[in-house]
Structure formats: C-alpha cells, structure tokens
C-alpha cells in the first residue's frame, strides 16, 4: 500500500506521514515549506520521518499542475491523503489570493491527478469553520454549511462541493475531515494554544476574544491522526437508494462522505488558557477585546457518523492534551 500525503511538512500532515511509516506503509510527502510561519519547525517535523527508508519528500507546491500530473503518473499511489493548503481564518481576510491558489486550484490538481490514476481513495482535510454561522450545537454533517463567515471557510466548503462533483462524475471515493480546533505537540505557531503558551513564558499580554466567552471543540492530534488513518480505509460506495430528498449532504449516491473529527466536548476558552497555566505554574496577563471577524462563538462536533463507521472516539482529554502541548514546547524551545 502506497500513500501520498500532502502538507508533510505540516502540523497533521507530518504526524499522519510519520504514523503510516511507522506502521510499514510505503509514504510520499509533499510540501511547499512556505514561510507562512517558521520554516524552521517545518523543517524539524520532516526530520522526526525522514529516518524511514518508507518515506520519501518532495518540495513541491501542490498548484503546480505539471509536477503533481507527474508524480501520480510516477508513483502509481494507491490512496491519497490530501492536507495541504493555505490555513488560517484571520490571514485569508489579508491575503485572499494565496486561498485562490492553494485551496481552490490545488484541491482541483489533486482531483485531476485523482481521476487519471486509478486512486482507490481520497481523503481530505475540510473544517469546523464551513458550519460559519449555524447556531445549532452539536454541528452535524447533516446541517447546512450555506454561510461561513470566512474565505478560508469559503475555500473548505468548496473542496467538498468539487470533491463531490468527481466522485459523482467519475466514481473517485472522496472523504472529507471536518477537523475541529486541532492543538497538541509540534503545533502551530499561529494557533492559540502556541500562542497563548508563548506568551505567557515571556510574560507578554494574551488577546482574548470576545472576552473570554468562547468555546471551542479542541482535539487533540493524536486522536485526529488515528481518526483520519482509519477513514482511509473505510473506502465509500455508490448508495442507489440515496436522494436529495431524503438523504443527508455527507453522504450521496457517489462514493462520497463527510465527517466531522472532533472530541465531541466543547471547552471554554478561559478553561483552556486556565489548563495552560496550571502547566506552566504561570499566570498570565490579559487583554481581554471583542469577537474578530471571521471568528465564531462555538465550535462542538457530532461524531455519532464517525463513531459508527470507523468504530473510533477521540479519547485524549484536556489535561493530558495541554500536557503533552506545554512539554513538547519546552523542551522543542528550551524553556
């Protein structure tokens, strides 16, 4: 078995590169190494999986449309695992082209490259953020994603839309992951908990957003990871019986699915940064302000579909998951 893995350079993409290795498969990563953040802990991911004689890396951008016709064509991958893109809701507000790029005309290369090379399977990483304005918790898979408040949660919507039209129109099993707040070790250095940890450690003022009064369904990577290998081997089938009418819009009459991965159990954010602190036995100094855009108040997964199919539940808890965060980052940085 042959996987590709796009983004192995990233936070999800270099676990999941690195767990499929070390369970005998044979891996090829890809990755741009942009400087979106620091190359450098992109760089020292790549080096935890590049020991694995399994394992072979490309630099490579997945919008350049020669080089991955190439690769499939070369490496005759039997699933891909499709990570890369641009993140970031707050960066999509001040640098809308680069989701054009990555997330629109990359996801569009894999699929192509899918179509022409007899993928039995293709996982990918969609978002908690499509559910944008939806109130109604615990977000379901089977609720409308019609309105997100965000083009990085525009783009998202828009790889399940276009991974659906392949899957119906040439019969690709496609699986979209929609990831809720993912924190943990060798995270990024653009997310909260990296944030707030850094901060802290330097005695520097933390932004809160809307004062505190958030939650978020934060899941732990470990549990992403297992959850994400164990999807690729629930390949989807073809259900004739599915309609519009009466089905849901994570499932089809293609080979076509969607989830949610997430823990299922929404924290508050003051609770979070609270965890942080007891970890690091430092009080930190708040600036509390409001809601940011593109932000939205709550984040909680249903993963009753998951559970049910995969037979997996995320498992790791708050305080192991902060644990293993704040340890990785002292000894990663010397603190």
């Keep these: 078995m042959k996987y590709l893995v796009t983004g192995a350079a990233g936070f999800i993409g270099s676990r999941v590169s690195l767990e499929l290795a070390r369970q005998g498969y044979q891996v090829v990563g890809i990755d741009n190494i942009n400087d979106y953040y620091d190359v450098d802990l992109k760089k020292a ?33 039997d699933r891909v695992i499709h990570l890369a893109a641009q993140a970031g809701v707050r960066y999509s507000i001040q640098n809308p082209e680069s989701y054009a790029q990555s997330n629109l005309i990359g996801h569009l290369n894999i699929l192509e490259a899918c ?62 992951l929609r990831f809720f707040t993912v924190y943990g070790p060798w995270g990024r250095p653009d997310m909260a908990p990296f944030i707030f940890t850094k901060k802290i450690l330097s005695g520097e003022v933390i932004d809160i957003n809307n004062n505190g009064d958030m939650w978020r369904d934060f899941t732990h990577v470990d549990d992403i ?96 998951g902060v644990k293993s965060f704040v340890d990785w980052y002292k000894l990663f940085y010397k603190k």
């Design 115 to 176: 179509r022409f090379n007899n993928i039995e399977h293709l996982i990918y990483a969609s978002s908690s953020s499509v559910y944008g304005l939806n109130s109604k918790v615990p977000f379901s898979t089977a609720d409308s994603v019609d309105h997100p408040v965000s083009l990085y949660a525009a783009t998202k919507k828009s790889n399940e839309l276009m991974s659906h039209s392949y899957s119906h129109l040439y019969g690709i099993p496609t699986t979209g």
């Design 45 to 77: 991911r790549l080096e935890l999986i590049k020991g694995f004689k399994n394992f072979s890396f490309y630099k490579a951008d997945i919008s350049d449309k020669g080089f991955i016709d190439s690769l499939f064509k070369n490496e005759n991958f």
């Design 225 to 320: 990871v297992e959850g994400v290998i164990r999807v690729s081997g629930v390949i989807p089938t073809k259900n004739s019986n599915w309609t519009v009418e009466d089905g849901t819009p994570s499932t089809s009459s293609a080979p076509y699915r969607i989830y949610n991965l997430g823990y299922g159990s929404p924290v508050n954010l003051m609770d979070f940064i609270s965890a942080i602190e007891d970890e690091l036995g430092m009080k930190s100094i708040r600036n509390f302000r409001e809601m940011q855009p593109g932000d939205v108040y709550q984040t909680y997964a249903d993963t009753t579909q998951l559970f049910d199919d995969i037979g997996y539940k995320p498992k790791v808890g708050l305080k192991e």
